[in-house]
């Protein structure tokens, strides 16, 4: 089970009592924030595409979306989501519960900019009902130090 996999992950860094098993699903931003008790944007979404035969996941704030030119851009190519069996198979965790943690070897990992107003926010742990609310370095450090970039839309600008 993915989020198994992604305690064992945290484990290593002696943080696996962080991660919540909620009593409710988390697998929408609507859901989790209400399970959270927390703002919809401070979800932190990871969504997965495909980019040159390869799986990418971008973690975005919950009221981010993707920017088809800004996507485009940065990737040279159209932004086009995996469907739940690849994301499974490629990143290693169900839709719902899609993380950037503990992910299948080869799989890229980008931080967009919609998430740096929040001091904190929540990304999934693996499965759909389960979290981690993490600082901002604290989210850039355990996803392997991911890449920081700006291809989201509509999101408010308000600051914590």
């Known amino acids: 089970m993915a989020i198994d996999k992604v305690k064992a992950y945290f484990r290593k ?65 159209k932004a086009k989501m995996l469907s739940p069996q690849e994301a499974e198979t490629l990143v290693g965790h169900a839709v719902g519960g899609v993380c950037p943690f503990a992910v299948n070897e080869g799989v890229a990992i980008c931080l967009d900019v919609s998430l740096k107003r929040f001091a904190t926010v929540f990304p999934a742990c693996g499965s759909a009902n389960s979290a981690i609310e993490l600082t901002i370095p604290e989210l850039e450090q355990y996803s392997g130090h991911a890449e920081w970039v700006d291809v989201c839309k509509g999101y408010t600008a308000y600051q914590e």
Do not use: W
Not at 18 to 31: F, I, K, P
Not at 48 to 74: C, E, Q, W
């Open 13 to 77: 860094y002696g943080m696996e009592e962080r991660v919540q098993e909620l009593a409710m699903s988390s697998a929408t931003v609507e859901l989790a924030a209400a399970a959270l008790h927390c703002e919809p944007q401070r979800i932190a979404k990871t969504l997965s595409f495909m980019v040159d035969g390869h799986a990418l996941l971008i973690v975005t704030a919950g009221d981010a979306k993707i920017d088809n030119p800004k996507y485009k851009a940065r990737f040279g190519t």
